[in-house]
């Protein structure tokens, strides 16, 4: 069992920057894949970025591709999500989540473990 605890959320203006952390329990966080999704209010949760158990290979979805930066420290049990040039349409509220397969998996009905959220407001 996996708990996973969201932090870095925030307000922020248009073209600024936040790193959101997920904190995991569990001493077999650094073999699991993990991945961050967001979900705005009226839409479908969406994909943004996984890692892969050891970090050394990222996917990051096309939308953010290029502003956003996934990264782990597995000696910390810690996942973060580095966002730039942040959006107003970046926001919504970004859940960490975690999968004890390796494969890279796009689709979050593929993770097993959820954090709660954390809300990222980005104004105009």
């Known amino acids: 069992q996996v708990q996973l605890v969201e932090s870095g959320g925030g307000l922020v203006q248009a073209g600024g920057s936040l790193t959101l952390s997920c904190a995991a329990s569990?001493?077999?966080?650094?073999?699991?894949?993990m991945g961050w999704f967001r979900q705005a209010p009226g839409k479908e949760r969406e994909f943004v970025a996984t890692i892969s158990a050891s970090g050394g290979r990222t996917y990051i979805a096309d939308s953010v591709k290029g502003r956003f930066t996934i990264s782990r420290d597995n000696a910390k049990n810690t996942v973060y999500l580095q966002m730039n040039s942040l959006k107003p349409e970046d926001t919504a509220v970004y859940y960490c989540a975690g999968r004890s397969v390796a494969t890279t998996a796009l689709d979050s009905r593929d993770y097993n473990y959820w954090g709660q959220g954390t809300q990222v407001t980005v104004s105009s």
């Open positions: 569990g001493r077999a966080f650094s073999s699991y894949r």
